[in-house]
Nanobody, 123 residues
Framework: QVQLVESGGGLVQAGGSLRLSCAAS????????MGWFRQAPGKEREFVAGRRWSGGEPYYADSVKGRFTISRDSAKNTEYLQMNSLKPEDTAVYFC????????????????WGQGTQVTVSS
């Protein structure tokens, strides 16, 4: 059974950095796509960043381009989201997600989700 566990959230001042981790287990993820999403109070879940597990070009939402970077430690089956120059509008619960097949940015297309980790950016 696929399991995704996020960690690394917290409270940070504007301009600061955080690194989120997503530990994946339960199967081999070749052929899967991995995505990061976030959901702020009263708002819909939105795409942040992602790519295929096997590699390839990463994709970023325009709102985070140049500030957020995804990476992976294949030996640990862990995906990372490095977030720099954080802004108050980045405040949200952040989720990692996985789906079999092509990479897409629509959250409804993802089959597996972590529990989420809270990121709060103070001004």
């Amino acid at each position: 059974q696929v399991q995704l566990v996020e960690s690394g959230g917290g409270l940070v001042q504007a301009g600061g950095s955080l690194r989120l981790s997503c530990a994946a287990s339960g199967r081999t993820f070749s052929g899967y796509a991995m995505g990061w999403f976030r959901q702020a109070p009263g708002k819909e879940r939105e795409f942040v960043a992602g790519r295929r597990w096997s590699g390839g070009e990463p994709y970023y939402a325009d709102s985070v381009k140049g500030r957020f970077t995804i990476s992976r430690d294949s030996a640990k089956n862990t995906e990372y989201l490095q977030m720099n120059s954080l802004k108050p509008e980045d405040t949200a619960v952040y989720f990692c997600a996985a789906r079999a097949g092509l990479f897409v940015t629509t959250p409804q297309e993802y089959d597996y989700w972590g529990q989420g980790t809270q990121v709060t950016v103070s001004s």
